[in-house]
C-alpha cells in the first residue's frame, strides 16, 4: 500500500502504544482485584472495562492493517470499513449494557466516553474507508482521526475506571457499595 508509506511511523507509534495499554489495563485490573472492598460486577465490567481493552485491541489491529504490505490499498481499506462497521455495533450494544446495568449509575462523561466517542471514531472509520476508494490522499487522515479517537477514549476510560476505585473506593472501605464501576 503505497499510499500509507508515509503513514508507517504513525502507526507503528500508535500500535506499540495500543499494545503497551492493553498490558498496563490487565495490570491494573489485577491489581484492582486485590483491593478488600472493590465489588467486582460482571455487569458494570462489560459496560465500562471490556470495552478499553476492545478499543486497545482495535487500535492495535488497525496499526497492523496499516503497516501490512497489502498488494493494494483497497484491500486495506475493505478491512477498515469491516472492523469500523464491527465496532459501530460494538459500540451500540456498550451503550445498551452501560443502560442495563444496575451496579452504577452512568453520568454525562460516561455516556459521552464510553458509547458517544468510540461510535463517531467507529463511524469515522467506516466513512474514511468508503471516501478512501475515491479520495485516497485524504482518507488516511480520517483513519488516523479515528484512530487517535478510540486510542485517547481507552486512555480515558482506563483511568476513569482505575480513578474510581483508587479514590472512591478507598474511601468507601468499611461501607457497602451501590455504584460501584468496574
Request: net charge positive.
Amino acid at each position: 500500500m503505497t499510499a500509507l508509506t508515509e503513514w508507517q511511523n504513525f502507526y507503528v507509534i500508535v500500535g506499540s502504544a495500543a499494545g503497551a495499554l492493553i498490558g498496563l489495563q490487565f495490570v491494573v485490573m489485577a491489581l484492582l482485584a486485590n483491593i478488600q472492598n472493590a465489588h467486582p460486577n460482571e455487569e458494570a465490567g462489560s459496560a465500562f472495562a471490556t470495552p478499553n481493552i476492545v478499543h486497545f485491541g482495535t487500535v492495535l489491529l488497525l496499526a497492523g492493517i496499516a503497516t501490512a504490505p497489502w498488494p493494494a490499498l483497497s484491500t486495506g481499506l475493505s478491512l477498515w470499513i469491516g472492523v469500523g462497521t464491527i465496532g459501530v455495533l460494538y459500540s451500540l450494544f456498550v451503550t445498551r449494557r452501560m443502560g442495563k446495568q444496575n451496579r452504577y449509575k452512568p453520568e454525562f462523561e460516561d455516556w459521552l466516553c464510553y458509547s458517544v466517542l468510540p461510535l463517531v471514531a467507529y463511524a469515522g472509520l467506516v466513512a474514511s474507508g468508503c471516501a478512501g476508494f475515491s479520495f485516497t490522499g485524504k482518507a488516511p487522515y480520517g483513519i488516523a482521526a479515528a484512530v487517535m479517537l478510540l486510542l485517547f477514549t481507552g486512555i480515558h476510560n482506563a483511568w476513569d475506571s482505575a480513578s474510581y476505585h483508587v479514590f472512591t473506593q478507598k474511601r468507601r472501605e468499611g461501607k457497602p457499595d451501590s455504584t460501584a464501576k468496574s
